[in-house]
């Protein structure tokens, strides 16, 4: 009540509500969870780990702990990308119906479920880069009977740097073919992801799902920025030219073609 009337009077002040420090190295990435799985947040660095962190009271934003860690499958990795499964048209349908996790005494990491039934596990997609040259882009799904985020699938594995990633949100009831935009040099991958494998019992060490190249957009820099509309119809990237270009399908062709610079 206090903080609330002090934030109305507009003589509030930010606060310092945790401090994280369970990496030894540099945290270059921080993400939260969007709000259906509860209030989460992912964070990655330079030691290839990323580690998700949630409060044990959210309304307060008090109590901060590391509720789970995933390691890179290969020593010496670092992080340099995350990128969250959003909320789509489906996720809003069954949003409605049900308790907002951040509202409970402890934030839940349960899969949203689509108007067809089928429950998809919150997923997170991470790019990885070792010394010796090897790039990957993996994503990583919950499992919430195991209660640990799992290697689900493999988007990219290869010598191309990634730069940048942007999960594609939801648009479309009952598919569940995710795009995952990929900036590797001077080109933007469109991978898709089938997010129905998810709910497997794919297992830490596996492989995990191949992810299919659906589109290249080729840039005559390398790509550093790159970020999907609100209905993931439109991509944005940035490249090092200093332009900024708009991707869009075309309608009659279904081919990537670049619309506006």
């Known amino acids: 009540a206090a903080a609330t009337a002090a934030a109305e009077a507009g003589s509030s002040e930010w606060e310092r509500c945790a401090q994280l420090r369970d990496s030894t190295k ?4 921080l993400s939260f969870a969007p709000a259906e799985h509860g209030l989460q947040l992912a964070a990655a660095g330079d030691d290839g780990a990323v580690r998700f962190y949630s409060p044990s009271d959210p309304l307060a934003l008090t109590g901060w702990e ?5 390691e890179a499958l290969r020593p010496g990795a670092r992080c340099v990308a995350v990128a969250w499964r959003g909320r789509g048209v489906d996720d809003a349908r069954a949003g409605s119906s049900r308790e907002n996790p951040a509202h409970g005494s402890h934030a839940t990491m349960g899969g949203r479920t689509t108007s067809d039934g ?3 596990p919150p997923a997170l997609a991470v790019a990885l880069r070792w010394p010796d040259g090897v790039n990957a882009v993996r994503v990583l799904s919950y499992d919430e009977a195991a209660m640990r985020w799992n290697h689900a699938a493999t988007v990219y594995e290869g010598p ?12 479309r009831a009952g598919v569940l073919n995710d795009v995952v935009a990929v900036a590797l040099g001077a080109d933007v991958g469109l991978f898709r992801v089938d997010t129905m494998s998810f ?43 200093g332009r900024v270009r708009l991707w869009a399908a075309n309608v009659a062709t279904g081919a990537w073609e670049e619309q506006a610079q």
């Not at 540099?26 to 990435?29: A, E, K, Y």
């Not at 191309?160 to 648009?171: D, F, K, Y």
């Not at 709910?199 to 191949?210: D, F, I, R, T, W």
């Open 199 to 241: 709910g497997g019992a794919a297992s830490l060490g596996a492989a995990g799902v191949a992810a299919s190249l659906e589109a290249t957009l080729s840039h005559p820099a390398v790509v550093r920025v790159c970020d999907w509309n609100a209905v993931g119809d439109t991509l944005a990237t940035s490249a090092e030219d």
């Open 160 to 171: 191309a740097a990634v730069n940048a990633l942007a999960w594609a949100p939801g648009t």
């Open 118 to 120: 089928i429950t998809v």
């Open 26 to 29: 540099p945290v270059s990435h």
């Open 66 to 70: 590391l509720c789970n860690e995933s």
